[in-house]
């Protein structure tokens, strides 16, 4: 964070299960970009990116 911009980059494991199929988990990459204004922080840009992986730890070669 620098004055009234802010930058936020987290990790996290998310297991789901679409409808009728096995469970799944994939890891969450996500950042946003935050700014201050007199009502508080606003998120001004976020991004998302789901990368499946193994088990053992191994990111999957396919594409989600």
């Known amino acids: 964070m620098d004055g009234d911009i802010a930058t936020v ?7 789901f299960q679409h409808h009728g199929e096995k469970p799944e988990r994939v890891r969450v990459r996500a950042s946003a970009v935050l700014h201050r ?7 001004v840009w976020n991004h ?3 990368q499946e992986f193994t088990d053992d730890g191994h ?3 396919r594409p989600i």
């Open 9 to 15: 980059w987290t990790f996290f494991t998310e297991d």
């Open 37 to 43: 204004s007199q009502d508080g922080w606003r998120t």
């Open 48 to 50: 998302r990116d789901i």
């Open 59 to 61: 990111y999957l070669k």
